[in-house]
């Protein structure tokens, strides 16, 4: 089925094209003998943006394999722009909108809706707060305020803590603090002990100790902190805590960011 | 239009559910008369796992209005189980594979494939560093390596810099550092010098006056920080010299993080 040219794939959008853009890959990987050539085009407000974007698609879609679309723009009239393109329009927002119409009882008001931009302007500052408190709270620099922490991570140094926590800050404004399990902690086979009035906020991540090691190798080649032996017996020693503080943990080893983070949200019951 | 009960709406996927809550909150923001009770169900990978998804959802099917169902899971069996359910299925994977396939002329693998897990091992370490590389750099805080920085973001307090460094590195795994523009630049009327041999990756960030005093204020009440005089003259004073150097800025004050950041790799030509 392979064509000589990649196949152009366009994830468009009236705001990021990130929504666009993962589900549209989710789909693609369904064709891992297929060669695509991906670009995004955000923001696509106006009509005049739209006519723009159909010229590139169908500019391409004369010279080589049919042009895919990938769309998430809300705007009708932006959407019958984009459908009368020779490319082929995966309408994410106008294939849906009319079962839901029905089910509803109701008509969609057409309006882009408040899923970005100034209605936003208390989410985005709670997340800019939830940023700097990850930031304050990173590595367990600071205990200041941890009574208000939703959530405080755990692990051995590169499991994944300081990205993870990162992550639940920036995507859904949690209040989260981080510390490390070293080896001082190790060699007092217990949990730091400040944070044994707060063991209900904590979660634990381990990893593989191949991996770690892999990973710690990195950053410090041939050291003690990078051994495998050394992997093994911290990964082994913070299993032991969690279990005996009944915290819950995951194995980050094979999972990325998003994953660990809806775990983490999915295990402690918190909401986003 | 409105029912006495909130009507119950589920994310539900085989990973994260992100983007089933994502583009699924996008439709239902067509809808803002609507009342909806909103439930994430991740990680549905087994037939078992949703056999027990469609019996949460027609239990609450039985006794209020009916659910909507918004699902990006791969899998056909997961989808068949799903569609059997009393609730409104909205299959963003099934309802657009067919459409891929003929155009394709190739079947779909059927296979979850590698958007997550395993195969994203390099892209979890790429956004490892990125953070990591961010949390240096932060703030102006180092200039370390700062030749290594794919985007270096300038901008007065609180407009934004640290949440919008950090998601690029989470998301795109982007090399970023970000400088604050502080009182001295601005009587000095130029920018930092260290900044000057790196001109072109440079991106600014002002805001609107007003929602920059108001979000300085949160911080430090009263204090000349916050004034509206001196949140005027920053903004303006950063903007002149964006101008005078040439840097391409962006008003952030109506943005969100992500859109913020997609505007970024959309004028600097980064790619993600």
């Known amino acids: 089925m392979n064509h000589p040219l990649a196949r152009p794939v366009f994830f468009l959008s009236d705001s990021t094209g990130i929504t666009a853009e993962t589900l549209g890959n989710t789909l693609l990987t369904q064709f891992p003998q297929e060669r695509f050539d ?54 994410f927002f106008g294939t849906h909108i009319g079962g839901l119409e029905a089910t509803l009882n109701s008509p969609a008001s057409g309006e882009p809706g408040q899923a970005h931009g100034l209605g936003n302007v208390a989410r985005y500052q709670s997340r800019m707060a939830a940023v700097e408190y990850a930031l304050e709270h ?86 003690k902190y990078a051994s495998l032996r050394q992997c093994r017996y911290e990964v082994r020693e913070a299993e032991e805590m969690y279990l005996a503080k009944k915290i819950p943990y995951v194995n980050s080893a094979s999972m990325s960011v998003e994953e660990i983070a ?6 402690m019951h918190l909401h986003h």
Do not use: W
């Open 38 to 91: 991906r670009d995004t085009i955000p923001f696509v407000t106006s009509q005049e943006q739209a006519i723009e974007a159909v010229a590139r698609i169908d500019g391409l879609a004369d010279i080589g394999p049919r042009p895919i679309v990938f769309s998430t723009a809300v705007n009708s009239e932006i959407r019958a722009i984009l459908s009368r393109s020779g490319g082929l329009l995966i309408d």
């Open 138 to 223: 990173d590595d367990g620099q600071s205990i200041r305020a941890l009574e208000h922490a939703e959530l405080i991570l755990l692990a051995p140094s590169r499991c994944g803590k300081t990205p993870t926590t990162m992550y639940l800050a920036l995507q859904h404004g949690l209040l989260a603090a981080n510390f490390p399990l070293v080896e001082e902690d190790f060699e007092r086979g217990m949990l730091p002990p400040l944070l044994l009035p707060h063991l209900s906020k904590c979660f634990g991540l381990t990893s593989d100790p191949v991996r770690l090691s892999q990973i710690r190798s990195e950053r410090r080649r041939e050291s």
């Open 262 to 267: 809806a775990t983490i949200l999915q295990r």
